[in-house]
């Protein structure tokens, strides 16, 4: 299953709000998966099942959607948030998006 | 606290093999949906392999043939042997956990380096 996501890039200041769009190739339900990764360190999973929340993971992240349109949202950027996101379907073999980097 | 290591990157010429390893702490491989996600220089993650708790194994179509996983339930480890490789499989190797089928990977390791160049 072919995920796209958008913007590939943004440029953000802290305390934006942020959003980050994903569009699967087909109907997945919620089977959604949204990671962090920064340059040297392990992916960090974020929200799973479209919309809850990882244990651990600050609330100001969200997740939405189902069927084939998905959003993760970052209410209020904080510093430690400037990273890549992927979005990636668990319906069938996984596959990742290509990935949105946050920027200053 | 659970912990996943790879080791074993390197750098490898062009149809040469290699041979990554994860060793996982506090939980059994066996137990668990384990796969290998790589991120080469400049794009993003790709899922290539997972092996079931079942010992089922699946493949991407990228290395489907050239590419093996395995799991030593003593020793707790995961593998990925890699043979015939390309200048394409130049990534960093991620081993992952998912404790259901549906695979929500909640533990990576930080990875290691794979290079395929003459």
């Given at each position: 299953i072919q995920m796209t996501q958008s913007p590939a890039s943004l440029s953000a200041s802290v305390g934006d709000r942020v959003a980050i769009h994903c569009r699967a190739g087909q109907n997945i339900d919620t089977y959604l998966n949204w990671y962090q990764h920064k340059p040297?360190?392990?992916p960090k999973l974020l929200i799973y099942a479209s919309s809850i929340?990882?244990?651990?993971?600050?609330?100001?992240?969200?997740?939405?959607?189902?069927g084939a349109d998905f959003t993760l949202t970052i209410s209020s950027l904080q510093?430690?948030?400037f990273a890549t996101y992927y979005c990636q379907q668990c319906y069938s073999h996984p596959t990742f998006g290509p990935g949105t980097k946050v920027e200053v | 606290e659970v912990q996943l290591v790879e080791s074993g990157g390197g750098l490898v010429q062009p149809g040469g093999s290699l041979r990554l390893s994860c060793a996982a702490t506090e939980f059994?491989?066996?137990n668990s949906?384990?796969?290998?996600?790589?991120r080469a220089?400049?794009?993003?993650?790709?899922?290539?392999?997972?092996?079931?708790?079942?010992?089922?194994?699946?493949?991407?179509?990228?290395?489907?043939?050239?590419?093996s996983i395995s799991r030593d339930i003593y020793t707790n480890t995961?593998?990925?042997?890699?043979n015939s490789l390309r200048a394409e499989d130049t990534a960093v190797y991620y081993c992952t956990r998912a404790t259901t089928i549906t695979t929500i990977y909640d533990y990576w390791g930080q990875g290691t380096l794979v290079t395929v160049s003459s």
């Open positions: 040297g360190k392990a929340l990882q244990t651990g993971v600050p609330s100001r992240f969200s997740g939405s959607g189902s510093p430690e948030d | 059994t491989v066996r949906y384990m796969s290998w996600v790589r220089p400049g794009k993003g993650l790709e899922w290539i392999s997972i092996i079931y708790k079942d010992g089922t194994t699946h493949y991407a179509d990228s290395v489907q043939g050239r590419f995961l593998y990925l042997q890699m």
